[in-house]
Each structure stands twice: as structure tokens, then as C-alpha cells.
């Protein structure tokens, strides 16, 4: 009412002649201050708001004073930014162990492997991708034929894997939550659950189909390695193997256009390097490699070598990425010499060349047979954020190379997906032109 309204503003405190007064007086005692204590205030003042000012700036640029006891230091740096892990083998240790019948095995008691939810707790893992690996066809004993037609049964077989991904995300959906984007993972590690992403290892588990890269996004995933150990009808593999593409084969160039358009990221980890340096340049959303370490620290054809490296970044003629790094000794250093402080020098190594925002973890655990003195498995993270905290490696570094680089990068493709989505351009209806059974014949009808 409009009577309660005027009468409201004389309730209004600050205009009441009592505090007037009091203000009065307050300011003659104010006036009465001394020079010196005047300066003393002042300087007081200052301190305090170059404090605020400063740990605002530290906090935005995550560059606030870490404990000085490393281990304290690696505990708040993983606490605010946990593991993100590029590449876990889960999946086929279920399909090779137990015929992926999840009740056959426990993930919360006594796991064989390097993975099981206790050690994942222990190791501040807040996410990784399940990776729905398949073998090469060679490696498991059968002939694919010169034009990679002869196993398409690879496609069911990754079917199997996604299958059991899913199965035990939600068997275990107290502790794993499905994720199919960065704010996914965002919101999952909010939540104090393990983000859960699934990656594709190789595109022979396509069989030669663009059109099975679409149906597995609807399922989920959300990266595929161009190759595995073998060539395939996209591309060729790292190895010894004579080249088959010279790189990318012409579908191999459809592939990556389509990944880009559809906003499934491209996975450079087992490629060749003429591969991962085309694959790299072409790719207009950022790439990944998913488990690898650096060439230069030891030599190894999964390794990514220093020229390559230094095509990533920012700058001019540069592309993002994140090159996260393998645990797989073989890869880390010469025999017996696999240990923390050697995964810490590839980390360091890709760093310097690439840059700390290029740098990631994707350990391989349970794919590889042995692992690294003091990273034997999922719980001992902490201590490789405890050997780079040593080094010198800062907090808002050390958050970027748990997860914070991977997610960006996840960013970008999401967001190269959605502008070439606006351009309203089509899915791509390419056929490998080796098929027997596309186009049509008759016979067929
Ligand atoms: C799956 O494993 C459980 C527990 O070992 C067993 O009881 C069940 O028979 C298995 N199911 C199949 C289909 O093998
Ligand atoms: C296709 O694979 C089968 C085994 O699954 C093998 O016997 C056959 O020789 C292969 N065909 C070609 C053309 O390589
Ligand atoms: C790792 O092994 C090297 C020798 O290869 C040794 O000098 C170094 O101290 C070891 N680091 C750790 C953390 O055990
Ligand atoms: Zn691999």
C-alpha cells in the first residue's frame, strides 16, 4: 500500500538524526590521528591489498603457493584437478579373463591387473577412458588379406567391449559415471565420481565403414586411434612393416573429416609418423595421442618423435594437442630402468618441446604387461605429481598435465564439431572402394 511505503523510508537507519550524530563525532576523532599513525594505516592498507590482490592472481592463474612437503603439495594439486587417464585396458582384461561376464569378477575386492575402484580411490583417478580394444587380426592368428576386407568381425568384437564398458560403469555407477563431453567429466569429478569415456584403439575395429565411426559415437565413444598394430583401410601403422599409404590412405583423409565433424577426437598414439604428421596438420579440431611417450627420451617407434612434437601448440602453423604419456617400460626406458623418475623425463621432455599445456598421462594399465618401479598400478599417481613437484613444476602446470590439457583439447573438437555442424555439412556417404558388397548387384538384391 502506498501509506506503508512512506512511512517505510524513515526506517531507513543511516537517516535517523542519532546516527548522524554519531558519525559526527567519529569523523573530529578520525581527524585527530597523527601523521605517523596515519602512515602506519596506510602501509598496513597496502600489505593487506597487494595480500587479497595477489592470492586472487594466484588462485585465477593457479599459481597459489603449494606446501612445501611434496607430498602435501601433490595431494592439493590432485584434489583439485585428479587424473584423467588417456588410455586403460579394463575392457579386454574382462574379455580375456573372465568372457566378459562382469559377475565373474569384483572391482571393488582382489583384482588381478593394475585397476580395481579401492587403488583407483588411492590414486585420485578422476577419469579415464575405457578403451574398447580389439586386436589386429594378424596378431590373433587370422589373415584380414591384402585389402583388409577379411574381418569385419572385428566390428562385433568392439561391440563386445563397449557392451562391457557400459555394463560395468553401471554395475559400479556408485563410483564410475558415464561421460560424453568435457563438461560431462566436469560435472562427474564435481560429483566426486570417476568420469567415464570410452576410446576406440584402432580403425580396423571400423571395418572399413565410415558409417560404423557414426554408430559408435551414438554409443559413447568419443576417440579412435587411427591404427593399432596394423595397417588399415584409413592408414598406416607405426613398425617395421613397409608403408602401405605412404600415411593416410584417400579415406583415411574422409575419416578424419568426418571425426572432426561429428566431434570424435582423432588419436595418433600407434600411427606412423607420416600418419600422425599428416593426420596432425589436417585434423582442424585438436588431436590427441592417447598413450605414448617421447621418441627422444627413449627410442621407440610408439614414441612421438621431436619433429612432430614441435608441430604442436598454438603459434602459426601449429595444432593443439596433448600428447599423454605411456607407462609401458619398453617405452620409458631401457630394460630394468623403467621407474618414476623416467616417466617423469618423458613428461619434462614433451614439456619442453611441445609445452606444458601439451602434456598428459595415459598409462596403459592393463594392457601392459609390466610396469615402471614405484607406478605399478592406478594408486601410485601421486607420486609422479611428487617427482614433477620436485622439479619444479607449478600447481596450475601440474593440473593442466592431469587434466586440464585433455580437457581443453576436448573443448576445441567440441567446438570445431559444432561450427562445421552449422554449416549445415553432410555426413559423409564414402564407401571404401575395395568393398565387394557396395554398390549393389543384383544378386545381392
Ligand atoms: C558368470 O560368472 C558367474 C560367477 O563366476 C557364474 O556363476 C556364471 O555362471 C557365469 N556366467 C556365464 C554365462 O558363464
Ligand atoms: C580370411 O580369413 C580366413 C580365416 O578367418 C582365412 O582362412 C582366409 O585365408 C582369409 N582370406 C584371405 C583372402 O586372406
Ligand atoms: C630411477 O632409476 C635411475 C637409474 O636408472 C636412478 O638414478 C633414479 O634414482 C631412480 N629414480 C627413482 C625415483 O627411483
Ligand atoms: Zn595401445
Known amino acids: 500500500m502506498p501509506a506503508e511505503r512512506s512511512n517505510g523510508s524513515e526506517q531507513i537507519p543511516l537517516l535517523h538524526e ?3 550524530k554519531g558519525t559526527k563525532t567519529e569523523q573530529s576523532r578520525w581527524r585527530r590521528r597523527s601523521w605517523s599513525e596515519w602512515l602506519i594505516l596506510c602501509t598496513l592498507c597496502t600489505v593487506g591489498i597487494f595480500a587479497v590482490v595477489h592470492d586472487l592472481w594466484s588462485r585465477l592463474h593457479g599459481n597459489a603457493t603449494l606446501p612445501a612437503d611434496p607430498k602435501k603439495a601433490a595431494k592439493q594439486i590432485l584434489s583439485a584437478s585428479p587424473v584423467i587417464d588417456g588410455h586403460i585396458d579394463l575392457p579386454i582384461l574382462v574379455r580375456a579373463r573372465f568372457a566378459n561376464n562382469a559377475s565373474a569378477f569384483d572391482l571393488n575386492g582382489d583384482v588381478v591387473g593394475h585397476v580395481d575402484i579401492p587403488r583407483l580411490k588411492a590414486g585420485k583417478v578422476g577419469g579415464f577412458f575405457w578403451s574398447a580394444y580389439v586386436s589386429c587380426a594378424d596378431w590373433a592368428g587370422y589373415d584380414e588379406g591384402a585389402d583388409f576386407l577379411n574381418s569385419t568381425w572385428r566390428v562385433r568384437d568392439t561391440l563386445e567391449q563397449i557392451d562391457i564398458s557400459h555394463v560395468l560403469i553401471s554395475k559400479y555407477s556408485d563410483t564410475f559415471q ?3 563431453n568435457s563438461k560431462d567429466v566436469k560435472k562427474a569429478i564435481k560429483k566426486g565420481k570417476i568420469a567415464s569415456l570410452i576410446g576406440v584403439e584402432g580403425a580396423h575395429q571400423i571395418g572399413n565403414s565410415i558409417a560404423v565411426l557414426r554408430q559408435y559415437y551414438t554409443l559413447g565413444v568419443r576417440y579412435i586411434t587411427l591404427t593399432h598394430t596394423c595397417h588399415n583401410a584409413f592408414a598406416d601403422s607405426c613398425g617395421t612393416l613397409p608403408e602401405k599409404w605412404g600415411g593416410l590412405s584417400p579415406l583415411g583423409y574422409s575419416l578424419i573429416e568426418e571425426m572432426n565433424r561429428i566431434g570424435m ?28 611417450s617421447a621418441r627422444a627420451v627413449h627410442e621407440h617407434e610408439r614414441n612421438v618423435p621431436d619433429d612432430i612434437l614441435a608441430l604442436i601448440g598454438t603459434g602459426k602453423g601449429k595444432k593443439d594437442a596433448v600428447v599423454m604419456v605411456n607407462f609401458a617400460p619398453d617405452f620409458v626406458a631401457d630394460p630394468g630402468k623403467a621407474n618414476v623418475s623416467a616417466v617423469a623425463d618423458h613428461v619434462d621432455h614433451i614439456a619442453a618441446i611441445a609445452g606444458k599445456k601439451h602434456v ?4 596403459d594399465f592393463d594392457g601392459i604387461g609390466s610396469t615402471p618401479v614405484g607406478l605399478e598400478d592406478v594408486s601410485k599417481y601421486p607420486d609422479l605429481i611428487v ?5 619444479g613444476w607449478k600447481r596450475h602446470e601440474l593440473e593442466g598435465l592431469t587434466g586440464k590439457n585433455l ?3 576436448m573443448e576445441g573438437a567440441e567446438r570445431v564439431a559444432k561450427e562445421i555442424q552449422a554449416t549445415g555439412a553432410e555426413p559423409s556417404y564414402e564407401i571404401y572402394d575395395k568393398r565387394t558388397d557396395l554398390p549393389m548387384r543384383g544378386r545381392d538384391l
Do not use: C, F, M
Open 265 to 292: 577426437l582423432v588419436d595418433l598414439s600407434h600411427t606412423s609418423d607420416n600418419t600422425a604428421r599428416q593426420a596432425l596438420t589436417y585434423s582442424k579440431a585438436p588431436v590427441i595421442w592417447s598413450h605414448s
Open 407 to 409: 580437457l581443453r583439447v
Open 178 to 180: 558415464p561421460a560424453l
Open 18 to 20: 542519532e546516527d548522524l
Open 387 to 391: 617427482e614433477l613437484v620436485k622439479r
Open 360 to 363: 598428459g598421462l595415459g598409462s
